[in-house]
C-alpha cells in the first residue's frame, strides 16, 4: 500500500492521508442532528431522551440497514450446526448419495461466508452510525459552552465540559457496536435453546435453568458497574479541572514552585480516580 510505505519512510502528514466522506465529517453529522429539530425546542418542553431520539432520526438509514445485516448474520450463523449435524449423518450412514454430503458442505462453506460478509457489514454501519453520533454531540457540547452565561460557567467547569466531549460522546461509539444487541441476543438463544433440545432432548433444561439463574447476578454486576463509573467520572472532573487551573496559572505555579504540590495533587486525582476504572 502506498500510504503505508510512504508513512515508514517519513513522518506521514495531512496533506498524506486522503479526506473522510463528506457525509461522515463533523459538519455534516452536525447538521443532520439538527435537522431533526430536536435541539430547537425550548428546555422546558423537552422530553425524556431527545437527544436519543434525534441521534436515531439522523441515522435511520443506517440503523436499519444495519439491524438487516445483524438479522441475515444470526440466520447463517444457526444454520451452520444443522448443515454440520446432517453432514455427519451423511458420514455415518453409507447409503446416502455422495452427492448430498458435497451438498452439505457446499452449503456450509457458503453459510460461513455469508456470516463473516454479513457481520462485517454490520460492524462497518454500526461504526458510521457511531462516528456521526459522537462527532454531533461534540459539535453540540462545544456550540453549547461557547454560550454559556457567567452564571452557567461558574456551575460548570472545565472538567465537566471536557469529559463530555471526551468521555461521554465517546460512550455513543463504543455502544454503537450493540445496537441491535437485544433482539439478536434473544434470537440466539431461541434458536440454541431449539437446536440443544432436538440434539440432547429435556437434559439441556438443566443449562437453561442455570442460565436463567444467572441474569439476576450479571444484572447486579451491570448496576455496580455502572454506580462505580460514575464515581469515577467525578474523579475524572476533579483531576481534569485542577489541570486545568494550573495550566491557566502556570506563571504563579513557577514563580512560587508549586509544581510538586500540584503534581501531588494531580497524581493523588488520578490514583483515585483509577481505584474505579
Not at 515508514?8 to 463528506?22: G, M
Not at 425524556?48 to 440503523?63: E, T, V
Request: glycine letters at 4%; proline letters at 3%; aromatic letters at 8%.
Amino acid at each position: 500500500d502506498a500510504l503505508i510505505r510512504k508513512g515508514f519512510e517519513r513522518p506521514l502528514q495531512k496533506e498524506d492521508v486522503w479526506d473522510i466522506n463528506a457525509d461522515m465529517t463533523t459538519e455534516a453529522s452536525a447538521a443532520g442532528l439538527a435537522a431533526t429539530g430536536v435541539l430547537d425546542a425550548p428546555p422546558a418542553q423537552r422530553r425524556n431522551h431527545y437527544l436519543l431520539r434525534g441521534l436515531y432520526r439522523a441515522n435511520f438509514r443506517d440503523f436499519w440497514i444495519s439491524a438487516l445485516y445483524r438479522l441475515g448474520q444470526e440466520l447463517a450463523q444457526l444454520v451452520q450446526p444443522i448443515l454440520l449435524a446432517d453432514i455427519l449423518r451423511f458420514l455415518e450412514n453409507p447409503d446416502v448419495p455422495l452427492s448430498r454430503g458435497l451438498l452439505g458442505c457446499f452449503l456450509l462453506f457458503c453459510a460461513a461466508c455469508t456470516k463473516t460478509l454479513l457481520e462485517n457489514h454490520y460492524f462497518i454501519t454500526c461504526v458510521r452510525c457511531g462516528i456521526r453520533a459522537r462527532a454531533a454531540c461534540v459539535d453540540v457540547v462545544y456550540a453549547k459552552s461557547l454560550r454559556l452565561s457567567a452564571a452557567a460557567r461558574a456551575e460548570a467547569s472545565t472538567g465537566q465540559i471536557v469529559n463530555l466531549m471526551q468521555i461521554d460522546a465517546q460512550k455513543f461509539y463504543d455502544s454503537s457496536w450493540g445496537l441491535h444487541l437485544v433482539w439478536a441476543a434473544l434470537l440466539q438463544i431461541v434458536g440454541c435453546v431449539v437446536l440443544l433440545f432436538q440434539l440432547l432432548g429435556p437434559s439441556m433444561l438443566a443449562g437453561l435453568f442455570t442460565m436463567i439463574v444467572l441474569i439476576p447476578v450479571n444484572m447486579q454486576l451491570v448496576k455496580i458497574q455502572h454506580q462505580r463509573r460514575k464515581v469515577a467520572a467525578k474523579k475524572t472532573d476533579a483531576r481534569v479541572t485542577t489541570i486545568n487551573e494550573v495550566l491557566l496559572a502556570i506563571r504563579a505555579v513557577k514563580l512560587y514552585a508549586w509544581e510538586m504540590l500540584f503534581a501531588e495533587r494531580i497524581s493523588k486525582n488520578r490514583q483515585e480516580e483509577l481505584v474505579f476504572i
